[in-house]
């Protein structure tokens, strides 16, 4: 069974562009959540979707949104790139916001030039 | 605010030894944790996880002690090796259902 998929692996903008992160779920999960991590950081809770709604969202500026597909695909959009986006985002899946065992895909990095 | 942090950053320890990793939460209504590991260029990877209603869990190689009284978590990994390295995070569910990380602690192995 194909575990959480992302794309791309590595995504190069410059600074004022649009960037679309792509993530797949394992086959039913229908709960994806949206991490940045900084070099060297920690996970920041950037966005929550589940059942094709946003449930929550962390202390991100409004430039950073997203959606979630009938499929329960996701996709994460950051408009208007600052260099301070570098960062490897990471999206994960779990059955459903109270089964909590949550799985990891390898993560877009993202440079901002 | 929303934190859940641990007491060291990094952890060195001689292959074949026990690892104790520890850490910190704040929110006291969490009833649902997790550690993740995360090797260099990869994703987290779930370790073992713990619900409120239990002070321990057993996995392979891996124990995760809860002390509610304290808020306090740790990670115990017997009979450390050199594919133990990496950096753990643990994580708490809160009520909101949000995943929150801490900061991580890397874990190096000496031969």
């Known amino acids: 069974e194909a575990g959480v998929t992302q794309s791309p692996t590595h995504l190069i903008k410059t600074r004022g562009q649009q960037a679309t992160l792509r993530c797949s779920p394992i086959s039913g999960h229908t709960s994806v959540y949206w991490y940045q991590q900084a070099l060297g950081l920690g996970l920041q809770f950037l966005l929550w979707?589940?059942?094709?709604?946003?449930?929550n969202r962390g202390n991100f500026p409004p430039r950073f949104s997203g959606r979630q597909f009938p499929n329960y695909s996701s996709e994460l959009n950051v408009n208007a790139l600052e260099l301070e986006d570098s960062a490897l985002y990471l999206c994960a899946s779990s059955l459903g916001r109270r089964n909590t065992e949550a799985f990891f895909g390898q993560g877009t990095r993202l440079t901002v030039v | 605010g929303e934190s859940v942090g641990l007491h060291l950053p990094t952890l060195s320890v001689q292959e074949g030894d026990n690892s104790i990793i520890n850490c910190a939460y704040s929110?006291?209504?969490?009833?649902?944790f997790i550690w993740y590991k995360q090797e260099s260029g990869k994703g987290p990877q779930f370790i073992i996880d713990?619900?409120?209603?239990?002070d321990k869990r057993q996995g392979q190689r891996v124990t995760v002690l809860l002390n509610k009284t304290v808020k306090h978590l740790s990670l115990q990994i017997a009979a450390t090796q050199p594919g133990d390295s990496a950096v753990y995070f643990c994580a708490e569910l809160d009520s909101s259902y949000k995943l929150i990380f801490g900061s991580g602690t890397r874990l190096l192995v000496r031969p």
């Open positions: 979707y589940d059942e094709g709604e946003e449930r």
């Open positions: 929110n006291s209504a969490s009833d649902y």
């Open positions: 713990i619900r409120s209603n239990m």
